[in-house]
Structures are given as C-alpha cells and as structure tokens.
C-alpha cells in the first residue's frame, strides 16, 4: 500500500556533485526536490538567513503540493530518501513501495503537530528517538527533470497578500490552481 503523503517545500539545490543511484541516475541538480512536510529545516534556515548566496526569506516562499500517488500516475521518474538526501549516510529508494516502511512517518506526524505535521525538527542527543531527527525530518522525494504544474494539488503562502500575487501570476498564465493561505506551514511562533 502507497501512503499518499503530501509534501511540500520546492528549492533550488546548490550542491555540486552529488549523485543519484542509478535508476533513473543522475545529479542532484537533476531532480525537483520536495520535502514530505512543511516547516523543514531548510525553511528555518532560509528565514535565518542562513543559506549562502540566498536572499529570500519564508514570506518570499510559496509551496507547491502534490502527491506521491500523483506523481506516480503521471509516470515521473522518482527517488526519495529516508532523510537529507545530501548526507552520505542517507539512503536512497527507487521501489516506492518502501515509502511507507523507510520514511520515518511517526516522527514528521507526532504531537504536537501544525497541519497533520510535528512542529519540532531540532535534535536532541539526549534522547535516542531524536539524535537525527532533523536529517529525518529532510527526508526527500526526488523527481527527475522537471515537475509540470498539473502535477500540483495547491500552492501554500504565507498571507494573503502573497496568495493574491500568486493569483494574479496564474491568471495571466491562464493556471487554475488552487492558493491557500497555510500559517502553519511556516515558521511564525506557533
């Protein structure tokens, strides 16, 4: 059975030579890379302006949601990770079967929770359940390519200024697209 798992949070990867198994092969700078929650890590780290040669911050990100069996109908080729795709120790998967069983759905889920998602992401090397929680947390799914717009469910903003902005961008492009405002898919002291 395939979780439909939403996930959100599309960046630009920076990374230069990191190399995807074989198949579907490749760079990381090959793939669309997509998170299976809102609020990662690397959000956090954007709003801080800790990200090199990156100027945005979380009120400048929108999200693009889709879904995995989504994704899958439309025949892209896919990988994920069971956390930050980056580290060396991260594994990767291509029998998306095993989403269910290697993604560490219990710890992206606990309580407390914003939107379905566990609002926590930090570790903590006291307790043996969150030594890497925040590279488990990054776990990714990898699409190869590109990502068309009809793969996406919704867009997810911050206010709703940004959602009549990105509204207006559709319109003219002759997109019907769902916009929501999601607070809670960003970092504003909740």
């Keep these: 059975m395939i ?3 939403r996930w959100v949070s599309l960046f630009t990867r920076l990374h230069l030579a990191d190399a ?11 793939f669309v890379p997509f998170y299976f929650a809102p609020r990662s890590p690397m959000l956090f780290a954007i709003n801080a302006g800790n ?3 990156f100027d945005l911050r979380q009120q400048d990100i929108i999200h693009l949601e889709t879904t ?5 109908q439309l025949n892209h080729s896919v990988v994920f990770y069971d956390r930050n795709a980056t580290l060396a120790f ?12 290697v993604v560490d759905w219990e710890l992206i889920t606990e309580h407390p929770a914003l939107d379905g998602f566990c609002k926590y992401f930090q570790n903590r090397p006291s307790e043996p359940k969150y030594v890497d929680r925040m590279e488990k947390r990054q776990a990714e799914f990898l ?3 590109h990502v068309p717009v ?5 867009i997810g903003v911050i206010n709703n200024e940004m959602a009549d902005k990105v509204r ?7 997109m019907n697209l769902a916009v929501e405002v999601k607070k809670d898919w960003y970092f504003l002291g909740q």
């Design 3 to 5: 979780i439909a798992k």
């Design 20 to 30: 995807i198994p074989d198949p579907p092969g490749g760079t990381i700078q090959k």
């Design 51 to 53: 990200v090199n040669h």
């Design 68 to 72: 995995v069996s989504r994704v899958i």
């Design 90 to 101: 991260s594994n990767a998967y291509t029998d998306i079967n095993l989403l269910p069983s």
């Design 143 to 145: 699409v190869k390519g």
């Design 150 to 154: 009809t793969s996406f469910t919704k």
């Design 168 to 174: 207006i961008i559709l319109a003219k492009a002759g």
